[in-house]
């Protein structure tokens, strides 16, 4: 009865997750495949004519190297932002959303506990979000022999593990919204609020030193400060990204076990 | 709280959603081994006392026991016991019937494929097609399904009868009386009167938020007001029907009488007897003229 719930949930999603599988893989393999294109000579002077605001702003790091293009492009923006709709996507669904429909009525009047439910579907998520993760790692990989992509399994795997981590702590943020409230709407608003405050708050730290401390608070600053694909796993910035998932998931679980069910 | 245990019992039930009143202190006791009818018109609290029991909602204040457990306490422990319809029962309608009801039963630790199958032919469900292919009343039957498969303690069934063409209502009380025959309880809502006759042994009249009264089926039947129209080949005269016992509101037009009939009806098929009937209807009063009739009688009461 325990895996019951989320072998379920995640056996519903399949398709849905296969979908997102597919496209960032192919997002993955197609920017890596450009690689070579973009270490030119040519790519180099214009990389160097960019004002340096914008560079820090995108998180663009020196694009001629493997892994400043990577963390640039897959895990600079298209992937962090793919996964993170992803996993707000599926963080609203799992309670507000099933909620709404009327779905989670049915699946409450049975033997299991909202606690046990939530958490269940918290690890569907993170079961998801590391089919992505894993997926980015492959893709990479798989084409970084014939781009000339001088990385390891290692270094994408760490870098992999920071977007999991960040996919975690928006979903999480989410699925505790849509806990605590029921709303789907404000599951997915609040999701995205706090997902493009972290990604603002880590573009304009550097452009001041007043701003420095917007990296502490920012969640996105948490994922891409450590540079992952350089440095491998930064423990204490995943550190910070899964413990804001736990008290996310912990602040609804409360407010979930207290309320009300909706019609 | 009563020593012994009642199937559900609550006490001062009070619900209410923000500043809106659902329930105003239901008091009810269901016995073990009952078929309870709970009837009320739309809006009368029904839905919300049902999950209550279930511990989907909490209550503001009162006191709830179901199978002697507090649902907001031992709600995984009593839900095993349960069997539940929802009111508007939504499930993934991409899974077939079969999934789902494996799903569930999977829930609750297993439930032989044989019970499921047995109960599915006696439908006529089809579980191998998809849920969003199915019609409300094959949906319903889904439902049906997953509340009797586990043969739980306590059947708690809001509005069950819902989109059944009369055969499988028949089928669904068949079920019920099984349950009942093998001592489980049946706690079932409806507004519909006469279904609750045909199922229940008791009925609980709730109306905006209270328990109105409590009667055996048939007390409930004798007090059930009718409305008769009667076609006759001639036309007739309205004191002929006015004095007869239990008969009220009489109305002629022409050669049709219109009249209520609170009680038996003998007297006025006896005296109907005596002419020529071409077409007589009668229809079963709507649950406010009950109310209205329990009410009036009440007040009769307390002014004696």
């Not at chain 1, 180099?44 to 892994?67: K, N």
Request: glycine share 10%; net charge negative; hydrophobic share 50%.
């Amino acid at each position: 009865m325990s895996r019951e719930v989320w072998s379920q949930t995640l056996y519903q999603q399949r398709r849905a997750l296969l979908g997102w599988v597919l496209g960032i893989a192919g997002v993955s393999v197609m920017y890596a495949g450009f690689y070579p294109a973009v270490s030119a000579p040519e790519f180099t002077e214009a990389y160097a004519s960019m004002p340096s605001g914008v560079v820090e702003a995108f998180g663009m790091q020196d694009l001629t190297t493997a892994a400043g293009y990577l963390g640039s492009t897959v895990y600079g923006i298209l992937g962090p932002v793919l996964v993170m709709v992803f996993a707000i996507g599926w963080g609203a669904r799992f309670i507000a959303g099933d909620e709404q429909s009327g779905v989670l009525d049915l699946l409450l009047a049975h033997p299991v506990s909202r606690p046990s439910v939530l958490l269940q579907r918290t690890l569907t998520l993170v079961l998801g979000l590391l089919a992505l993760g894993i997926t980015v790692v492959v893709a990479v990989f798989l084409v970084s022999g014939p781009a000339d992509l001088d990385l390891g399994v290692g270094q994408l795997a760490a870098a992999s593990l920071h977007l999991v981590a960040l996919g975690l702590a928006m979903g999480a943020v989410t699925l505790a919204i849509g806990a605590a409230t029921g709303s789907k709407a404000a599951a997915i608003g609040g999701g995205a609020v706090v997902a493009v405050l972290s990604w603002m708050a880590n573009a304009l730290a550097p452009q001041a030193e007043a701003l420095s401390w917007l990296t502490d608070v920012s969640p996105f600053a948490w994922y891409a400060q450590g540079q992952p694909l350089v440095s491998g796993v930064q423990w204490g910035d995943v550190g910070l990204l899964v413990g804001l998932a736990a008290v996310a998931v912990a602040v609804g679980l409360a407010l979930f076990r207290r309320r009300d069910l909706m019609v | 709280m009563t020593t012994t245990t009642a199937a559900i019992e609550t006490r001062g039930l009070v619900k209410s959603y923000g500043r809106t009143p659902a329930l105003l202190g239901l008091d009810m006791r269901v016995e073990t081994g009952e078929v309870y009818g709970f009837l009320g018109p739309n809006g009368a609290g029904k839905t919300t006392t049902i999950r209550i029991l279930l511990d989907l909602i909490r209550p503001t204040a009162g006191q709830v026991r179901v199978l002697g457990v507090d649902p907001a306490r031992d709600g995984v422990e009593l839900r095993r016991r349960i069997g539940y319809l929802p009111g508007d029962f939504v499930a993934d309608g991409r899974q077939t019937g079969r999934q789902l009801v494996e799903h569930l039963g999977y829930l609750r630790g297993g439930v032989p494929r044989q019970r499921v199958d047995e109960l599915a032919e006696r439908l006529a469900l089809d579980l191998s097609r998809p849920i969003k292919a199915l019609s409300r009343g094959n949906r319903q039957k889904v439902g049906l399904v997953q509340a009797f498969m586990h043969d739980p303690e306590l059947l708690v069934l809001d509005e069950p009868t819902t989109g059944l063409d009369p055969l499988m209502q028949q089928t669904f009380l068949e079920l019920v009386r099984e349950a009942t025959a093998a001592g489980r309880t049946v706690f079932m809502s409806s507004h519909v009167l006469s279904e609750v006759q045909r199922g229940a042994d008791r009925a609980g009249l709730v109306r905006a938020g209270e328990l109105v009264t409590v009667e055996s089926v048939e007390s409930l039947r004798e007090r059930a007001p009718r409305r008769v129209e009667a076609q006759l080949a001639t036309p007739l005269q309205a004191d002929e029907f006015a004095a007869l016992p239990d008969v009220r509101d009489v109305r002629v037009d022409g050669a049709v009488l219109h009249c209520r009939v609170d009680g038996s009806p003998d007297a006025l098929v006896k005296a109907l007897a005596r002419h020529t009937v071409l077409d007589l209807v009668v229809d079963e009063a709507d649950l406010e003229e009950i109310f209205l009739g329990y009410y009036s009688q009440k007040e009769h009461v307390d002014v004696a």
